[in-house]
């Protein structure tokens, strides 16, 4: 069974840092990419990045880039969204999802393209 469950959620400060993790079971991360989104309330759901089974990421949030990376380790069939120097932004649910290429496209594709996460609550206070 296809699953992907995200943990690592939580609150913290503003410019501290926060590492989500994603447990993927039913595949592996040898030939599938990790993206991780993320939705505020009353906003629609954002790309933010992507991870491919090499470790090479592909931003698709402007406003993480230098701040959020990506990684795999493919061992633990586990992927990682390590994200620093938070903002005190709207809460948000962090997704990770797979749309089963071996490759990071170059912009995020449709939600329906994805097989998805439940989400973690991430929430960044001033």
């Known amino acids: 069974q296809v699953q992907l469950v995200e943990s690592g959620g939580g609150l913290v400060h503003s410019g501290g840092s926060l590492r989500l993790s994603c447990v993927v079971a039913g595949f592996t991360l040898d030939y599938s990419t990790i993206t991780w989104f993320r939705q505020a309330p009353g906003k629609e759901r954002e790309g933010v990045l992507c991870?491919?089974?090499?470790?090479?990421?592909?931003v698709y949030a402007d406003s993480v880039r230098g701040r959020f990376t990506a990684s795999s380790d493919k061992a633990k069939n586990t992927a990682y969204l390590q994200m620093n120097s938070l903002n005190p932004e709207v809460p948000a649910v962090y997704y990770c999802?797979?749309?089963?290429?071996?490759?990071?496209?170059?912009?995020?594709?449709?939600?329906?393209?994805?097989?998805w996460g439940q989400g973690t609550q991430v929430t960044v206070s001033s």
């Open positions: 999802a797979t749309n089963w290429n071996n490759r990071c496209t170059a912009t995020p594709q449709e939600a329906g393209f994805y097989t």
């Open positions: 991870v491919d089974r090499i470790n090479s990421a592909t």
